[in-house]
């Protein structure tokens, strides 16, 4: 019983420290196991410059995370075939980062396109921050 | 007594299909699923053996992104294609006979049927309208695409 107290508490913090207004239990857990891993607070902040931001060190055609997912988190992207994805917005798209192999899976092949490397539990977890809270 | 046994050979026929059927469908909705998160779930006849073989052994490479999988998945959709490819059961289409052995086609839109029938009006149609994207965006045209019609343009 405390410990569920506990840590429905230490979850709740990082999501106030973090922004994320629209809660989901799934959601939340994997922004807490990311919070937990990264060993800091979360920032939306630095989230959105990651995201919005040019690489380089990926594949040529996919300098960005905006590339395919847009500067609008709120409007649909697509694909570099041109297949629509739906909004990144967590307001727009409910279901969005409410399970953990799909996120982990996206998270492998996106930051390996844009950046040649994975991407760490911080930037991970600055990331679903900043959309959880749109 | 035929009944008998028609119902005895209909149930061990039953058996014997009812394994590789489960894991074609399986296949098939897997390949669907993981395919189609970013293009057209291109259907396995449009390339040969060796092509899917060789896209399904470099997905961290997949025409200019990482598109990796579990092996278990992996193995799976290589196993659906290969199923499906254009040179199954000893087929041999016509525009495949075209190609060497030794030649591994990589794009379905770089085959010589496909360019000849998508020329240079279908190009520029692609190059005007940025919501099509790509010519490898099928079903920008070919409504029915999905489910493997292409007639309708």
Not at chain 2, 25 to 45: I, N, P
Not at chain 2, 83 to 103: E, H, K, Y
Not at chain 2, 145 to 150: D, P, V
């Amino acid at each position: 019983m405390i410990k569920t107290a506990l840590l429905i508490l230490t979850t709740s913090a990082l999501l106030v420290g973090g922004q994320a207004v629209h809660a989901d239990p799934a959601r939340d857990k994997i922004i807490a196991d990311l919070a937990r891993a990264a060993g800091t607070t979360l920032s939306a902040q630095r989230g959105q410059a990651f995201f919005t931001g040019t690489h380089s060190g990926g594949k040529p055609d996919s300098p960005s995370c905006s590339t395919c997912h847009t500067k609008d988190m709120r409007k649909p992207g697509a694909t570099r075939v041109g297949k629509p994805i739906d909004p990144m917005a967590v307001s727009v798209t409910r279901d969005r980062f409410t399970d953990p192999e799909k996120v982990a899976k996206w998270f492998k092949r996106n930051c390996n396109s844009v950046l040649g490397r994975e991407c760490t539990a911080t930037e991970q977890g600055d990331i679903l921050t900043w959309l959880s809270s749109l | 007594m035929k009944t008998i046994t028609t119902i005895v050979t209909s149930a061990a026929l039953g058996l014997i299909f009812a394994g590789p059927l489960a894991a074609q469908k399986a296949g098939e909705a897997l390949t669907k699923e993981e395919c189609s998160a970013c293009h057209l779930a291109y259907q396995a006849y449009f390339l040969p053996k060796r092509s899917w073989q060789a896209i399904m052994a470099d997905l961290p490479n997949h025409f200019g992104e990482d598109a990796s999988l579990p092996d278990a998945d992996r193995a799976e959709i290589e196993a659906f294609l290969a199923a499906g490819a254009a040179d199954r059961q000893g087929r041999n289409p016509r525009w495949l006979q075209a190609i060497s052995q030794d030649v591994v086609p990589m794009r379905i839109s770089e085959l010589s049927w496909f360019t000849h029938e998508h020329g240079n009006r279908v190009k520029n149609r692609v190059a005007k309208d940025p919501a099509i994207g790509s010519i490898s965006n099928c079903a920008a045209c070919h409504k029915g695409a999905e489910r493997g019609h292409y007639d309708d343009d």
